[in-house]
């Protein structure tokens, strides 16, 4: 499976913005789907992810009520809707790919597969 990421920009603190994360060569229905982020000098952090099905999401604390996770399995796209950000949300944000049947949702960099390349987020302040 290959994933793109795409969306990302420079923004002004409390705008909005939505990535958006396009899968090919595997059965896109199947899998996890996760957004992680990386700031400057700081290690990859969970940010959202979604089920195969849609119906159960897990965010980070940092990001909740703010950013919104979905996807459309027609499309083999998952978004992520950034409303209300701040100057900490800036980072490279890259999707990700988990393979495996899990009991609750993977939220570590160890546990999902295939990565795609990142897109800049910058929220000036």
């Known amino acids: 499976v290959q994933l793109q990421a795409f969306g990302g920009g420079l923004v002004q603190a409390g705008d909005s913005l939505r990535l958006s994360c396009a899968a090919s060569g595997r059965t896109f229905s199947s899998d996890v789907m996760g957004w992680f982020r990386q700031a400057p000098g700081k290690e990859r952090e969970f940010v959202a992810a979604?089920?195969?099905?849609?119906?159960?999401?897990r965010y980070a604390d940092s990001v909740k009520g703010r950013f919104t996770i979905s996807r459309d399995n027609a499309k083999n796209t998952v978004y992520l809707q950034m409303n209300s950000l701040k100057p900490e949300d800036t980072a490279v944000y890259y999707c990700a790919v988990d393979f495996r049947n899990r009991i609750s949702i993977a939220t570590m960099t160890g546990e999902y597969d295939v990565w795609g390349q990142g897109t800049l987020v910058t929220v000036s302040s």
């Open positions: 979604i089920t195969r099905s849609g119906r159960t999401t």
